[in-house]
């Protein structure tokens, strides 16, 4: 399985960006197909998935109603949406194949958990103005 994010930028705040994740592989063999970031300093940090088998969402709480994530079967892509972006939104995106992707909520309140198999390179996006 290979996956390939790319899309990634420089934008100020409010603006949007569209990410594309090209995926090859078997990927229905994975639950869903997934994006994760990073920013610098900080763990990596579930941001929305798409199962592979009905196509439903996830979203981490950070994200949900700016971003949307969707894919095209045809072409093998997985895409990003994102809109509204923030200073906060800084960070390396990658896309995975994935095994499990939830939300849970605990102590530490609501939280995208994932479970990577497969990591592409990233693509970085900045948020600045």
């Known amino acids: 399985v290979q996956l390939q994010a790319s899309g990634g930028g420089l934008v100020q705040p409010g603006d949007s960006l569209r990410l594309s994740c090209e995926v090859s592989g078997f990927t229905s063999n994975f639950y869903a197909i997934g994006w994760i970031r990073q920013a610098p300093g900080s763990e990596r940090e579930g941001v929305s998935c798409?199962?592979?088998?009905?196509?439903?969402?996830v979203y981490a709480p950070s994200v949900k109603g700016r971003f949307t994530i969707s894919r095209d079967n045809v072409e093998n892509k997985v895409y990003l949406q994102m809109n509204g972006l923030k200073p906060e939104d800084t960070a390396v995106y990658y896309c995975?194949?994935?095994?499990?992707?939830?939300?849970?909520?605990?102590?530490?309140?609501?939280?995208?958990?994932?479970?990577?198999?497969?990591r592409g390179q990233g693509t970085q996006v900045t948020v600045s103005s």
């Open positions: 995975a194949a994935e095994k499990a992707c939830y939300l849970l909520e605990d102590g530490r309140g609501i939280r995208l958990v994932y479970y990577d198999v497969y």
């Open positions: 798409i199962t592979s088998s009905d196509g439903r969402t």
